[in-house]
């Protein structure tokens, strides 16, 4: 399995974002990882609105988060991210990230995606340019 390198997101918990134990609702480190998504294919050039131009969806197919510690109203989180790809299943890629407070490990967890266009029809990579592209900033 391939990986990319490192990337940092951060965000600070906003009012919103916790339950009425005061503690960040379980559901919204799923909006945090697509967040840390969302930057990390910015920085290397392919943010979401170029590939949606190009007709290029990438839509969750499986998740999963294993939650250690809470997080808290206006605390100032730290998300790292990596990108992987199994060279059988090209035309998927795994986001792995984990939370982080003050270098305290909160949760780690997974989303997998897999490229299609404008039907929901799963796309060969091989014969996408932009694709190729992406897959060389990413891993090479």
């Given at each position: 399995m391939k990986e990319s390198k490192e990337f940092k997101s951060q965000i600070r918990v906003i009012y919103a974002d916790i339950d009425k134990m005061g503690i960040?609702?379980?559901g919204k480190y799923f909006e945090y990882f697509e967040?840390?998504?969302g930057e990390a294919l910015r920085d290397i050039g392919f943010p979401y609105k170029l590939l949606e131009e190009n007709n290029l969806y990438l839509p969750?197919?499986?998740s999963h988060l294993e939650y250690f510690l809470p997080a808290k109203y206006d605390d100032f989180l730290?998300?790292?991210t990596k990108i992987y790809y199994?060279?059988?299943k090209r035309s998927r890629l795994k986001l792995q990230c984990e939370t982080y407070?003050?270098?305290?490990?909160?949760n780690r967890g997974y989303t997998i995606h897999v490229f299609v266009n404008e039907s929901a029809k799963p796309l060969r990579l091989k014969n996408n340019?932009?694709?190729k592209a992406l897959f060389e900033k990413l891993f090479n």
């Amino acid at each position: 399995m391939k990986e990319s390198k490192e990337f940092k997101s951060q965000i600070r918990v906003i009012y919103a974002d916790i339950d009425k134990m005061g503690i960040v609702y379980y559901g919204k480190y799923f909006e945090y990882f697509e967040y840390a998504r969302g930057e990390a294919l910015r920085d290397i050039g392919f943010p979401y609105k170029l590939l949606e131009e190009n007709n290029l969806y990438l839509p969750v197919i499986e998740s999963h988060l294993e939650y250690f510690l809470p997080a808290k109203y206006d605390d100032f989180l730290t998300i790292h991210t990596k990108i992987y790809y199994d060279e059988n299943k090209r035309s998927r890629l795994k986001l792995q990230c984990e939370t982080y407070l003050n270098q305290k490990l909160l949760n780690r967890g997974y989303t997998i995606h897999v490229f299609v266009n404008e039907s929901a029809k799963p796309l060969r990579l091989k014969n996408n340019i932009l694709i190729k592209a992406l897959f060389e900033k990413l891993f090479n």
